[in-house]
């Protein structure tokens, strides 16, 4: 059991209490730790105020007092004030013994659970919003790994829509796209993009020309025959190995990927057989889920013209995954847009026979500093804008600051940090808030950015490369670790797996940004304020101990948001 964690059920149990209001106070001089009287006092039906004078005398009589150097009753609060040399001792020895996985498996209720995102569009840019859904997906996988659940992380690509087929029939009328230097899945982006503004445009001079050979070669498609079937197959493939090399950039894996064209099929046999159970039900031609009684209104699944809408591969798509990994929760990561689909959706899944936990996490847009974006249009910044711009703007600054460094080491710490900044910004604002991408703003030193926390976590490693010097000359004693800072930084180190259970629960990882913010800004401090390699040789190793607890707690964090740590900036 962690240090806190233990001291907490140590309290507990000499009260003969399971719960108890426990908090931690903004200001040292009320203390590291707090308890509120006001539950137990409404149970005992005694004054606030009184019981805890009553519950201190306790506290104070008992073995705790050698984990305390003082505990203080002010009104209704009890007040524990650690002793630092047992928070030293006890902290950085949980910390230095489970490394980067210190804090981590606290989950005594280990689940498997299936974790879709990254549900992208074959044919279509890959921009700022995917890049939202991906860096989300994949920081709440990591943060339920941690919390000791077993994850697979999944994706779920539409590769048989309408889309595909207004690519190819305007890929097919610009041969220039074939001449192009550009990677092929970038291209294909771009090519839909104009290919909706000229569809568009066509509809509003009421032209349906152009909108018939669309039709057209999406039936040869579904048909899956002729030279339309045969460049979708071919445009398909430079999609989907573009996709890998983003997702090798951004360092992202997972245990299956499945695509529409492959699921489809056995989605129009389950509609048949809920036709025949009376779950689905034919109107005007359509078949659709009559959900009414549900307050979910009305849920088509398939067109009156026979074409399939969502439902068809998502129903099928549900029993694929429950069939091949026997989970007990689905956690789809999807825009806020498609909130009632998902309440509908999860509803027919039920009614299928089903009895899965079934969680959707919707998040909200990222748009532009100039306004909201849309693929239609093409007003949108691709993935691969922004990682030109940001990289750039990051390469230049390195470059400026490391004049001796080599080319190849200037790339690579601009790139990572670049993937970082990306990443971060995704991540910092919760799920629930749209995100306005200002890359100016995210690029910055200074403030709630990645390149903050990179470049604490550079100067940190910097402070125990120039401390190796010192390695084994003495034993380290951590009594000399006293000073408010040191305190403040081992208790907020202490408190991490509080910060990984809680972002698990509320599947938040701006609950970690925030934390690993907080605890860089209690770090600078110290470092500005406070001696490290100048002080005497016995309280510097001390000191170098708990830098390096830092980075340790520091790197875990940016792990588990998907981010790298940079030694060196």
């Not at 970082?420 to 910055?444: H, P, Q, R, W, Y």
Request: proline content about 2%; overall charge positive; charged content about 30%.
């Amino acid at each position: 059991m962690l240090y806190i964690e233990e001291i907490k059920s140590l309290i507990k149990d000499e009260l003969g209490i399971k719960s108890i209001d426990f908090s931690y106070p903004n200001e040292s001089k009320f203390g590291d730790l707090s308890l509120a009287c006001f539950m137990l006092a409404k149970e005992k039906k005694e004054n606030p105020a009184d019981l805890a004078v009553k519950v201190a005398n306790t506290l104070k009589k008992s073995d705790l007092m050698k984990k305390f150097s003082e505990i203080k009753v002010v009104g209704p609060y009890i007040n524990f004030y650690f002793k630092n040399e047992d928070l030293a001792n006890n902290v950085i020895k949980e910390i230095k013994k489970e490394g980067l996985k210190y804090a981590y498996n606290r989950n005594n209720q280990k689940r498997k659970i299936m974790i879709e995102y990254s549900n992208g569009n074959t044919h279509k840019e890959y921009h700022v919003g995917h890049l939202r859904n991906i860096s989300y997906g994949d920081a709440v996988k990591n943060i339920l790994e941690a919390h000791g659940n077993i994850v697979y992380p999944v994706s779920y690509i539409n590769d048989f829509g309408i889309h595909v087929a207004k690519t190819i029939w305007n890929w097919k009328k610009n041969k220039v796209y074939e001449e192009r230097p550009e990677a092929k899945g970038y291209l294909l982006g771009k090519c839909y993009a104009e290919a909706s503004q000229k569809l568009n445009q066509k509809k509003e001079e009421n032209d349906d020309s152009f909108q018939n050979e669309v039709s057209s070669i999406m039936t040869n498609i579904e048909k899956r025959e002729g030279n339309d079937y045969d460049l979708w197959k071919k445009t398909r493939t430079w999609s989907i190995n573009y996709f890998k090399e983003i997702y090798k950039e951004l360092n992202i894996k997972f245990v299956d990927t499945f695509y529409e064209s492959e699921v489809i099929e056995d989605g129009l046999s389950l509609v048949n057989d809920l036709l025949k159970r009376k779950i689905l039900s034919l109107s005007q031609g359509a078949i659709i889920a009559d959900l009414e009684k549900y307050n979910l209104g009305v849920l088509p699944v398939i067109r009156s013209d026979k074409t399939a809408l969502y439902p068809v591969a998502d129903l099928s798509l549900a029993s694929h995954k429950f069939k091949k990994y026997d989970i007990d929760e689905s956690i789809y990561v999807v825009d806020v847009r498609q909130s009632l689909y998902f309440k509908q959706l999860f509803k027919l899944i039920e009614l299928s026979g089903y009895n899965k936990k079934l969680t959707h996490l919707s998040y909200d847009f990222v748009t532009l500093p100039e306004g909201m974006m849309a693929s239609r249009t093409g007003n949108v910044i691709t993935y691969e804008d922004l990682k030109n711009k940001i990289y750039s703007k990051i390469y230049k600054e390195t470059k400026k600051r490391h004049e001796d460094w080599s080319e190849k080491k200037i790339e690579k710490v601009s790139f990572n940090l670049t993937i970082s900044i990306i990443k971060f910004e995704m991540l910092k604002v919760g799920a629930e808030k749209t995100i306005t991408f200002n890359i100016d703003e995210a690029a910055k030193f200074e403030g709630y950015t990645a390149c903050y926390l990179q470049y604490s976590f550079a100067r940190a490693s910097s402070i125990i490369k120039k401390a190796s010097l010192f390695n084994g000359l003495s034993k380290v004693n951590l009594k000399y670790l006293d000073n408010d800072k040191e305190k403040q930084l081992l208790i907020k180190m202490a408190r991490f797996s509080e910060v990984i259970e809680l972002s698990a629960q509320k599947y938040n990882p701006s609950e970690l940004t925030k934390y690993l913010f907080e605890l860089t800004q209690i770090f600078n401090d110290y470092y500005h304020e406070t001696n490290i390699l100048k002080a005497d040789k016995k309280i510097m190793l001390a000191r170098i101990q708990l830098v390096k607890t830092f980075t340790i707690v520091l790197s875990s964090g940016l792990s588990l948001l998907g981010l790298p740590s940079l030694d060196e900036m």
